[in-house]
Nanobody, 123 residues
Framework: QVQMVESGGGLVQAGDSLRLSCAPS????????MGWFRQAPGRAREFVAL????????YYEDSVKGRFTISRDSAENTLYLQMNNLKPEDTAVYYC????????????????WGQGTQVTVSS
């Protein structure tokens, strides 16, 4: 059973940057589109970004456009999320998952979720 493993979270100040990584344990995600979601306390898990399996297209939630960049390194079998100019409202647990069908905004379209990595942005 493939499971994603996220890393790179931490506590930073507003305006700082972080790079999250995601790698599968027990398999490869080369044939999947890959997405990042986040979940803040008391809120539903929300879409952040998606990259297609080939890496030629990316999609972002409006509030992170221009600040976050999703990328993938097929040779290293790793997904990344570069987060710049972080804001306190970006504070959440960030998850990666493999996209397999349906709306890429909806968690139901994804499988092989990881345990998440905490990102906390102080003001």
């Amino acid at each position: 059973q493939v499971q994603m493993v996220e890393s790179g979270g931490g506590l930073v100040q507003a305006g700082d940057s972080l790079r999250l990584s995601c790698a599968p344990s027990g398999g490869t995600f080369s044939s999947y589109g890959m997405g990042w979601f986040r979940q803040a306390p008391g809120r539903a898990r929300e879409f952040v970004a998606l990259i297609t399996w080939s890496g030629d297209r990316t999609y972002y939630e409006d509030s992170v456009k221009g600040r976050f960049t999703i990328s993938r390194d097929s040779a290293e079998n790793t997904l990344y999320l570069q987060m710049n100019n972080l804001k306190p409202e970006d504070t959440a647990v960030y998850y990666c998952a493999a996209y397999w069908h349906g709306s890429y905004y909806d968690t139901s379209g994804y499988t092989y979720w990881g345990q998440g990595t905490q990102v906390t942005v102080s003001s």
